[in-house]
């Protein structure tokens, strides 16, 4: 910015303290704090869906068993399978309202889970729709083809309560003779 005497004057946003760093004014102090507070509000989100995720998985790994569920029910079916097993969604990710739904979960090698393996894919539909039964794999299609937005996804307390159901499945899973 120049004065009438056309000499550069520094702006005074910039101003800096003898060290040169920029001196932070209270705007900058408050904006920050809610920054942090922000920042700390999505991490806790975050590691809730983290926690989530995981015992999910476990609660799926649990109900079937830890192998491939492809090579269990269809040992004929020509596919390169391997010893890593991963629990794969029969029904897409992005669609949040199923993310967490065991019955939308199913263990396989992760030959099977390779994206461009479609006749897994079809196999592992075929393998939902058998344990699950017509109607709920039927519920789940509808619900994904739906395709509405969760907006629970990243509530604490949404978090929180699918949290209690997927810890109460896993113990359910778990002791069997208790059933």
Not at 70 to 76: A, I, R
Not at 117 to 135: C, Y
Request: charged residues 35%.
């Amino acid at each position: 910015m120049m004065n009438k005497g056309g000499t550069l004057v520094r702006s005074k946003r910039g101003k800096k303290d003898g060290r040169g760093r920029k001196k932070h004014t209270k705007s900058t102090k408050v904006t920050r704090v809610k920054k942090v507070k922000k920042i700390k509000k999505i991490s806790k989100v975050k590691a809730l869906q983290d926690r989530c995720e995981r015992l999910w998985k476990d609660v799926c790994l649990e109900r079937d068993g830890k192998e491939c569920m492809v090579k269990k029910h269809f040992p004929n079916a020509l596919l390169n399978h391997t010893s890593i097993i991963q629990v794969d969604h029969c029904f897409s990710r992005s669609c949040k309202h199923l993310f967490l739904h065991p019955a939308n979960g199913t263990p396989i090698c992760s030959g099977c889970n390779h994206p461009y393996n479609q006749k897994a894919r079809v196999l592992i539909r075929r393998i939902v729709r058998i344990r699950e039964g017509e109607v709920s794999y039927e519920h789940m299609e509808k619900v994904y083809t739906s395709m509405s937005a969760n907006e629970n996804f990243s509530k604490v307390w949404w978090l929180e309560d699918s949290e209690k159901s997927l810890v109460a499945l896993l113990k359910y899973y778990k002791l069997p003779e208790e059933r």
